[in-house]
Antibody
Framework: EVQLVESGGGLVQPGGSLRLSCAAS????????MTWVRQAPGTGLEWVAN????????SYVDSVKGRFTISRDNAKNSLYLQMNSLRAEDTAVYYC?????????WGQGTLVTVSS | IVLTQSPGTLSLSPGERATLSCRAS???????LAWYQQKPGQAPRLLIY???SRATGIPDRFSGSGSGTDFSLTISRLEPEDFAVYYC?????????FGQGTKVEIK
């Protein structure tokens, strides 16, 4: 069974940093692109970033470029999102998802709240 | 690519047909368009990819169509479990983008 489990969310002050993790199991993690998608409270889905299966190619939405870094450790079957210079508008549930285009497998999400 | 979904809310009864629209600001290459269903407190669920291909385990009452800039999702006969929010997503260009969603609610 494919499983994606996010962790690392929480309350952080504006300007602060947080690192999200996504533990993958049930599939060959190193063979798949991976993606982070977020959803602010009461709003729709926003694609954040994706990363190639070998980690050598990444893409970001403009609103997080220069602040967020997506990475992966294929030996640990894990995906990461390092978030720096956090803003109130980054408050959202962050989902990791399998695939770099559409995603058939999603985690349950981890909530990030940016507030003083 | 900006995706605009309409209507924002669709009020229908079980058994009725639902037609949701997704319009792109530019042509979506190779029909790289997907549809997702999301229920409160849950992660999105992939329904359709490639504009018209059903994902694994998706009932055949869900169908997708369209090309270029105009796409649609049709639910032939609404079941109680189909009342949810639906999103389209294009994956032909970076950054990938989602529509703002259509809520299908019980009338």
């Amino acid at each position: 069974e494919v499983q994606l489990v996010e962790s690392g969310g929480g309350l952080v002050q504006p300007g602060g940093s947080l690192r999200l993790s996504c533990a993958a199991s049930g599939f060959s993690f190193s063979s798949y692109w991976m993606t982070w998608v977020r959803q602010a409270p009461g709003t729709g889905l926003e694609w954040v970033a994706n990363i190639k299966h070998d980690g050598n190619e990444t893409s970001y939405v403009d609103s997080v470029k220069g602040r967020f870094t997506i990475s992966r450790d294929n030996a640990k079957n894990s995906l990461y999102l390092q978030m720096n210079s956090l803003r109130a508008e980054d408050t959202a549930v962050y989902y990791c998802a399998r695939g770099g285009s559409y995603s058939a497998a999603w985690g349950q999400g981890t909530l990030v709240t940016v507030s003083s | 690519i900006v995706l605009t979904q309409s209507p924002g809310t669709l009020s229908l009864s079980p058994g009725e047909r639902a037609t949701l629209s997704c319009r792109a600001s530019q042509s979506v290459s190779s029909s790289y368009l997907a549809w997702y269903q999301q229920k409160p407190g849950q992660a999105p669920r992939l329904l359709i990819y490639g504009a018209s291909s059903r994902a694994t385990g998706i009932p055949d009452r869900f169908s997708g169509s369209g090309s270029g800039t105009d796409f649609s999702l049709t639910i032939s006969r609404l079941e109680p479990e189909d009342f949810a929010v639906y999103y389209c997503q294009q994956y032909g260009r970076l950054p990938r983008t989602f529509g703002q969603g259509t809520k299908v609610e019980i009338k």
